[in-house]
C-alpha cells in the first residue's frame, strides 16, 4: 500500500505554479517539488493546513490511498 500525492493536479485545477505556491505558503520550491513527486516520507499538518488554504481544496484532495496490487498482496501471504 502507499499513499500517492495528487499536488500536481489540484496545482492544474487551480492553474497556480509551483513557484506561486512556494510565495503563497512559505516552503522551499525543492520540498514543495519533493512532495509533488512523492520523494517525502512525511508531512506535517501545519504544511498540509498552509498548501490546503492556498489551493482552497481538502487534504484529501492531495492525499490518496492506493492498495497494493493483488500480485502483491499474494506474495504476503506466505
Given amino acids: 500500500m502507499s499513499i500517492r500525492i495528487n499536488l500536481d493536479v489540484e496545482l492544474a485545477k487551480k492553474k497556480m505554479s509551483l513557484t506561486e505556491l512556494s510565495q503563497r505558503v512559505g516552503i522551499?520550491?525543492?520540498?514543495?517539488?519533493?512532495?509533488k513527486t512523492g520523494k517525502v516520507k512525511a508531512i506535517r499538518f501545519s504544511t498540509?493546513?498552509?498548501?490546503?488554504?492556498?489551493?482552497?481544496?481538502?487534504?484529501?484532495?492531495?492525499l490518496e490511498f492506493v492498495p497494493d496490487d493483488a500480485r502483491g498482496d499474494e506474495r504476503n501471504e506466505d
Fill in 28 to 35: 522551499s520550491m525543492t520540498n514543495l517539488s519533493l512532495l
Fill in 48 to 62: 498540509l493546513e498552509a498548501i490546503c488554504r492556498a489551493l482552497e481544496c481538502q487534504p484529501g484532495d492531495l
